[in-house]
Every structure is written in C-alpha cells, then in structure tokens.
C-alpha cells in the first residue's frame, strides 16, 4: 500500500470507518478519523500488555503512546490489515523491552547518573558521579553540533537502544550506511569534544546487539536469523535429544561415544559428524566473551528438551556481567499453523528483536529441573515432574507430557508415533511422505524431523512382529529417503497390525527392539510394566 494524501480523497473518507482494511487504508492516507478508531480499537489491548510487561500504569500509557506512533509511522510497511493486531502487539511490547532494557543498561544516561547520585552511599564518590554526568551533558550537547542525519542515528543508536535493524526500517537506511554514519559521527566528535576522554562515555552506553550471540534450533531459523539484520553471531545446537540414549552429563566421553555409535546404527548419522557436537560445547563454555545471550526456541518437545539442556548448564554457571535471553513462541500473526522459527521470513524474524527477556534464576532452575527428570532412567522422576507446577517455562509440561506418550499405552501398547501411524495408514496415507506430513502435523507438539520418523517407521516393518508391510522392502532397507523407491513405497497394515490397532493384541509385549523415551531404556520387551494412559494422561503401573 503507498502512502497516500490527496485532499479530495481525504474529505471523501470522513464516513464512519467499519472495518479494520478501511482504518488501516484510512491512517496511511493520514486521516485522524481512522488514527483515532484505530487507538480506540487497540489502545485497551495495548495497556494491558504493557502493565503486564512493566507492572507500572504510568510507563504502560507512555509505551502504547510510543507504540502507536512506531506503528503509524510504520503502516505502510504493513503486508496485510488483518496481521496488524498481532504486528502491533509484537510492537508494544518491543517498546516495553526497550523502556527495560534501558533500566538496565545505561541508555539514559543522565537520569541514572541522578539515580547514582541519590542513592549513593556513605564511601562512594559523589563529586565523581556529578563529574560524570557532566560529561553525559557534553556529550548530549556536543551531538546537535552533528549533520541532522548522523544526530538521529547517534541518538537512537546510543541514547535511545535501538539496533542498527530497527533504525534502518525505521529511517529507511540501509545498516551499511548506518554503521558508516555512527563512525563519521565518532570521528567528528574525538575532533570538537572539549574534554579529551570523553569519547569513551561511548563505550558504556548500549551497543545494540555488539557482543552478542544467538543460539537457535536449526539451519532454516538460523539462516533467517543471520538474514533479518539483527546483529550478534549465530549457532545452532545440533542436537537430537528425543531420540536415542540421554544421560545428565552429556559431556561424558564414554557416553558420547556410546550415542554417537547409536545415532549412526538409526538415524544414518556419521560418527564423526555427530561428535563436532563437543565444538559446540567448548564454545557454550567460552560464553564470558558475550555480553548477551539470546536463547531462540519453540514449544515443541524437541525444542522444550534442547532448551532445557542449555539452561541446566546455565544453571551451574556464573553468568558474570553476561546477560541471558530467551524468545520462545509457538505463534506468530501471521503464521495460521506456527511450527517452527523456520517458517518466518527475515523480515518477520527481524520483528521480534528485542522481544526476548532476560531470564532470572527461577527460569534456570526450572530449565535444569525439566533436564534432570527427562534424562532420569528412573520413571518415578518423570512422573514426579509431570506433578509438579511447571508454569515458569510456559511451554514445558505440554512437551513433557508429549514425551511421556511414547511410552507404551495400556490398550495396545503402541507409543503416540506407533499409533498415529497405523492409523493413518488404515485411513489411505500410505506413502512415507504424506504419511510423515500427517503424523507429524497430528503430533507437532513432538517436533519430530523426518531422519527420526523413518527410524520410527522402520522399527514398525521388522519382522517377526511387524505392524506395517512396505512394498519393495527388501530393496532399500535402510530408508534412503531421497530414494525414489522409497519416495513412491506403499505401506499396508499386517494381519499383526491390524490386530493391535484393533486393540486385540500387545505390541509392546512383544517388541524386543532397543527402545529410548528420554532417559528411559528398553520400556517394552518382556515386562512392560509402565505404560501411558490417555484417559488420565499419565503412566501407570500394570500387572501381568
């Protein structure tokens, strides 16, 4: 939509606005009637996010004011009028962050000079901090002595807390020229100051995101992420912790070993492959040099599991002057059906900088308790957490709970996976892509990767109890999926099959497979004495 201003047009719009595609059109056009139906509309919204983010009635109207004013100045930007609602939620509380983020780090910085000066105590040095803030002062004024352009980035940049991403949407210049205005800037200033140190007052006000590092869930998050402009460095965890054997301590060489040997019998992983995971940790363990961390995951098990790993170290650190973040969604306005970071564009990444929060020691700890139960290989443990009030991390007793369902159940003693499966080939979805698709989508709450499914699927084909009969097995045993055999494999329930669907016979008692369910080993075989059930949602003991 073009940013559009014609008197004519604008004395024709001064009917009553009767939908939101009419307001939004009506505010790029620049008419009060609709700024004001949309602040009417959304400002109750807007208030209630903020006080839920700040817990302070004054700063909530101040935040939504500024609110409205980024996303007015902004509407054309704007893809569709029905994303709006969620686009200026993500904006409201982009603005809380920034008003926390600037408490926190020294972004106004005369008002916590004062702060310092009020509430010094006896043995500080009062005639130092005023010192100081008159160098703040200087600073201040020397700036308007600046082209107007480099004043606007200077201010906004170390004043006000904004990336370098966000001043670029915001002015419409590209983060190159920024970076090279902001030097101008420096070099311009070390020239007129009048107090010669005083340039390093730079140095103590927020570098919008220099220094930090983001750690994501996957390649297609983290090549959006490097992509949308936010600044730091990217890593992605390469971990698969649903699947195969999990121990506490997974620095453990003996058990790396042990998983790594595991992971390429199942999943085709090369040994060598899988173990540059101990890079990654020696890496983790250098986390000092950042001054911030930014934690970016999703709802799903498989995410809940890699979270809760990274926080259980965390937990055991000492975090020094490192600041930790987490962004964990599972939804996006845009998004009809969010699964995953990965599904974003860069530019829709990019809108949730500095939407993340800074995680206290409550989180952590719940992090590592979430670690521990999962990796236990007692049952008890993960039944005492799924008991437990999990509500500090909003997404963790859901994927616990999914973890949980792969247990054997009591009717026939098919996992959610088995049994999601057999059903929907019974329905017609009977060729491993669509039926991966299907389950996956019917179990997103797992995150499951398509490596791990064909594992599943292949376990179902083994014979003497096999559940599932796949044409042409015998050619490609392995599950090469970009086989073309594969790719057009028809699966059929067996007699077997049919029977445990049916709830007429017991697959768990008699599956002999190697079988892990977080920390949890061998849970079927013989004795399958706990099994999932779906009416209480909780495993129970039986007796044979």
Partial sequence: MALIHIQAEHDAHREEFTSLNEWIEGAIRGEPEAYEQLMKQFRGMALAVAYNKLEDAFWAEDMVQEAFTEAFANLSKLETAEAFPGWFKVIVERQCYRWLRRKQHITSPEQELQYNIDSSEEGDNPEQLVLQKERYRILRDSISSLPLSMQHVVDMFYFQGYSLKEISDFLSVSVPALKKRLFDARAKLRRTLPVADVI?????????????LHITNGDHAADRLRHSGIEGEVMVWRELYTFGPVVQDMGNEVERSKRAAYLEQQLGIPQKEYL??????RKLHAFHQYKEIVLWFEYDLYDQVMLSYLLHYFNGQSLGETKLNLLCIDAYPEIENFRGLGQLTPGQIGRLSGTWHVMGTEELQAGSQFWQAYTSSDIQD?????????????FAHAAFEAHLTRLPSQS?????????????VSQG???PYPLFEH????LHVLGMGDLEYWAHLRSMTKEPHALLHISGADTFPDFKQHNEHFRNAVLSLTEF????????ADYAELRKDEMWIGGLWNVQGEEPQWRWDTASRFPVKISR
């Fill in 200 to 212: 390093t007052v730079f140095n103590e006000l927020y570098e919008g995101g220099k220094g930090m």
């Fill in 429 to 431: 979805v009977d060729h």
């Fill in 412 to 424: 026939n003693g098919l996992g959610a996976i088995e049994q999601a499966t057999l059903k929907a």
């Fill in 497 to 504: 099959g049919i029977q445990v669907l049916a709830k007429e």
């Fill in 439 to 442: 389950v996956s989508e019917r």
């Fill in 276 to 281: 540059q995971i101990a890079e990654l940790e």
């Fill in 382 to 394: 993960h039944m005492d957490y799924l008991r437990q009030n999990s509500t500090v991390l909003p």
